[in-house]
């Protein structure tokens, strides 16, 4: 077994009513507590903070970053465990964010 971290990407802003943001979350919780029963599921993180830095180089030099695009934003990853690639990429077919039309990076 390998360990695959799934990034969670959407474009869409949310617009929904508090109502249907609670039931799109219930969806996502029930979607981890399957991945942890079944015993893939390794970690999870909240949506990432919007500053950072950036080391890059040779020189390893430091800059303020980085900078998602509004349009392309990161709303979180999990761990799972999977034996290669492709059962990695069935784990993520069962995200609920493809509900919003949200991407899923293996």
């Not at 799934?6 to 399957?34: T, V, Y």
């Not at 830095?53 to 392309?72: F, I, L, M, N, Q």
């Not at 465990?81 to 077919?93: F, N, S, Y």
């Amino acid at each position: 077994m390998a360990a695959f971290m799934l990034i969670f990407r959407s474009d869409k802003p949310w617009q929904d009513s508090p109502e249907q943001m609670q039931q799109h979350l219930q969806k996502w919780m029930a979607w981890f507590d399957g991945l942890t029963k079944s015993g893939v599921f390794k970690g999870q993180s909240a949506p990432l903070e919007p500053g950072g830095k950036v080391v890059r180089g040779t020189r390893k030099t430091v800059s303020d970053g980085p900078y998602a695009e509004a349009k392309d934003l990161v709303g979180g990853y999990a761990i799972v465990e999977a034996k290669d690639l492709e059962g990695a990429v069935e784990i993520a077919r069962g995200c609920p964010g493809f509900e919003r039309d949200g991407v899923v990076e293996v």
